[in-house]
């Protein structure tokens, strides 16, 4: 079995399903859901995966009913504001990806940037809340940054694009975990999954805790990751 993985992001959906199951206004589940990121963030640390990103909103999220939107950033507000202390004395690295919309609320950004400052410094797990992100903005923001750098069109290589994305130093995705059985990628940090493994466990967000994250870290242990190559355990001769 192999070691890892290093960097897990998580889709973490399904909150509106628990709650409809439960005949409650989907906010119920959103505000269920915490509980879920609060265990996967120990369990995670706790495993130790060095890098740990969450997708908690995303571009096309302002789509969402009005109240539903503001619902989310009033409880991302206080989740952050009442963990922020437990991320730093756990010495979690915590950072906020995306977040350029003017659409969140000042306190919210503020709010993110102490949570950020606050754990600055610390040198454990690192995670990222991809918040009012878009994979696609991303590599967006890269290119016309890397324009603006006046760098000749034949010296862009995969790595220094890399290096105009928002957080360059973060690792490539090893192991995503979508929840609630949903398949597929919506905008998430497209850049860097691009050779990552997928699992796609059917239990909703909510009801998601520490077993069901140390299940998916065991099926990536099984993956045979080829990269284009092939298959470990040949030994790679055709004859
Ligand atoms: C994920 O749960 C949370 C966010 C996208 C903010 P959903 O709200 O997407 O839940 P479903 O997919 O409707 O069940
Ligand atoms: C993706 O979930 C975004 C987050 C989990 C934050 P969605 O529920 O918004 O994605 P779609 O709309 O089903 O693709
Ligand atoms: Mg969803």
Not at 75 to 81: D, I, S, W
Not at 100 to 117: K, Y
Not at 150 to 166: C, I, K
Not at 192 to 200: G, N
């Amino acid at each position: 079995m192999r070691a890892g993985p290093r960097h897990v992001a998580c889709v973490m959906d399904g909150n509106g399903r628990w709650a409809q199951r439960r005949s409650l206004p989907r906010t119920a589940g959103h505000r269920a859901a915490e509980a879920a990121v609060i265990d996967v963030i120990e369990a995670a640390r706790a495993a130790g995966v060095e890098w740990l990103s969450l997708y908690a909103f995303s571009t096309e999220n302002w789509n969402r009913p009005g109240a539903e939107v503001e619902f989310l950033m009033r409880l991302v507000r206080r989740v952050v504001r009442k963990h922020a202390p437990l991320l730093l004395a756990r010495g979690i690295r915590c950072r906020f990806l995306g977040v350029s919309d003017p659409r969140i609320p000042r306190a919210l950004a503020q709010d993110f940037e102490d949570a950020a400052l606050l754990t600055a410094e610390n040198r454990g797990m690192t995670l990222t809340v991809a918040f009012d992100h878009g994979g696609r903005r991303d590599i967006v923001e890269a290119a016309r940054s890397l324009i603006l750098s006046g760098t000749p069109a034949d010296e862009v290589t995969e790595r220094l694009f890399a290096d105009h994305l928002p957080f360059p130093d973060t690792p490539d995705v090893d192991l995503v975990v979508r929840t609630s059985g949903e398949q597929r990628i919506s905008n998430f940090m497209l850049w860097q999954v691009a050779y990552a493994e997928w699992v796609f466990p059917e239990v909703l967000w909510p009801d998601f805790r520490a077993p069901d994250f140390l299940a998916c870290l065991h099926t990536y242990r099984r993956r045979d990751r080829r990269f284009g190559g092939v298959a470990a355990r040949t030994n790679g001769d055709p004859s």
